[in-house]
């Protein structure tokens, strides 16, 4: 089949098509190099042995889009394409809600027109908001507590209308929990601009001796070790659970909501043991205040994933931990020590 994977040079996407074409598939990737770098796809093809289609296009540009539907007959989008830093969305909300509605919007144009109607979304555990027990199950009702959020909250309604109005529309809606990790060749990974939010690329800088320390937000929560715990899952499990979904919108219509997570907690202060032993020492950390918007533990129900796709995840916090050190190693030129 011929995929359109929107965002494919970005960190999910990449190692997504990279597994996409290893099964032989072809793949078209849409992508503006807004937060991922060109030398990505030269990593994909190198991984894969094959050239990738490539439009170097904004997702808004529907002329654009148009053309990428006429040059390949399109069996299925995947789409990852999207603006996704938590703290950005507050300072920059029209940027946030102009870029991942606006692409969305123009996508769906571009492929009723051609007549594609199958497609996979990257939602977010986010939209689980902070009210929830956990494990969190899809069935529960969803809201947002800043504008990154309320974005994937909306574009899950947008689309579960489009099938409403029309049934032969194939919607598979994924919510990830923490995506970490990265390809076992040291190639693919997360390699964000500037300071890292997010846990692991900030801990993989503090190995590489980018940062002097991590700070652990918060050891007051309610949780055995006071950290917060959330629920990570390999990159390359990820890659493999948007195979699956792809061939499930192939088969049936409709709309579907399936969580991507492992079903496990690990707490900061577990990272951070499972990273000193990947990187061979312990890291230094710092205590701090809770960061504003945590909330204490999030982690999913993955048991609709194993049902309805029959995906599980594989990989451990341990796995998760080496193969991100072992990117971070190449990508920081960290020298071997003696
Ligand atoms: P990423 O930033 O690495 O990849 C997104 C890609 O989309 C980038 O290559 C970027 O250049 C591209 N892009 C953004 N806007 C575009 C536009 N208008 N036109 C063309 N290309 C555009 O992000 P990721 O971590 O791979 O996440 C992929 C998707 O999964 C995102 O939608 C994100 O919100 C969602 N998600 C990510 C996480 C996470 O923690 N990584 C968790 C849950 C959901
Ligand atoms: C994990 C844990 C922090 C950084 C975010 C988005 C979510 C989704 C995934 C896209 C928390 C703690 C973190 C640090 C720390 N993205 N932490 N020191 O917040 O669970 O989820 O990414 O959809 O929408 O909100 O991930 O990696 O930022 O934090 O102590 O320097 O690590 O408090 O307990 P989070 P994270």
Redesign the pocket.
């Known amino acids: 089949m011929k995929v359109l994977v929107?965002?494919?040079?970005?960190?999910?996407?990449?190692h997504t098509c990279v597994q996409l074409m290893s099964a032989g598939h072809e793949v078209v990737i849409?992508?503006?190099?807004?937060?991922?770098k060109p030398e990505?796809i030269g990593n994909i093809e190198k991984i894969v042995g094959r050239p990738v289609h490539l439009y170097r296009?904004?997702?808004?540009?529907l002329e654009a889009m148009r053309r990428v539907f006429a040059e390949h007959h399109i069996d299925a989008v995947i789409?990852?394409?999207?603006?996704?830093s938590v703290p950005e969305s507050i300072q920059k909300p029209l940027a946030y809600y102009e870029?991942?509605l606006?692409?969305t919007f123009v996508l769906c144009q571009a492929m009723l027109e051609a007549d594609c109607k199958r497609i996979v979304?990257?939602?977010?555990?986010?939209v689980y908001g902070n009210d929830n027990p956990v494990p969190f199950k899809e069935g529960m009702p969803t809201s947002a507590i800043n504008p990154?959020g309320y974005?994937?909250v909306m574009i899950e309604q947008f689309l579960t209308d489009l099938s409403a109005a029309d049934p032969a529309w194939s919607i598979c809606l994924l919510?990830?929990?923490?995506?970490?990790g990265a390809h076992p060749s040291g190639l693919l990974g997360?390699d964000?601009n500037g300071i890292p939010n997010?846990l692991l690329p900030y801990v993989s800088q503090v190995a590489a001796g980018l940062r002097s320390e991590v700070i652990v937000y918060g050891n007051d929560y309610d949780t055995p070790d006071g950290t917060g715990i959330r629920d990570y899952v390999h990159v390359t499990d990820l890659a493999r659970g948007h195979l699956a979904a792809v061939q499930y919108v192939l088969e049936h219509n409709g709309t579907e909501i399936i969580n991507l997570g492992t079903g496990q907690g690990t707490s900061v202060m577990e990272i951070m043991e499972a990273y000193s032993h990947a990187c061979g020492r312990a890291l230094p950390y710092r205590i701090a205040s809770r960061r504003p918007g945590d909330i204490a533990v999030c982690y999913a129900d993955p048991e609709k994933a194993r049902s309805i796709l029959g995906w599980e995840a594989q990989k451990d916090v341990g796995q998760m931990c080496s193969d991100s050190w072992n990117f971070a190693k190449n990508r920081y030129e960290v020298a071997p020590s003696s």
């Open positions: 929107t965002g494919g040079a970005g960190f999910i996407g990449s849409v992508d503006n190099f807004c937060n991922s990505t296009n904004d997702l808004r540009d789409h990852f394409a999207g603006l996704k870029n991942n606006g692409s979304f990257s939602s977010s555990a986010t990154y974005t994937k919510r990830y929990f923490n995506p970490v997360e964000p997010n």
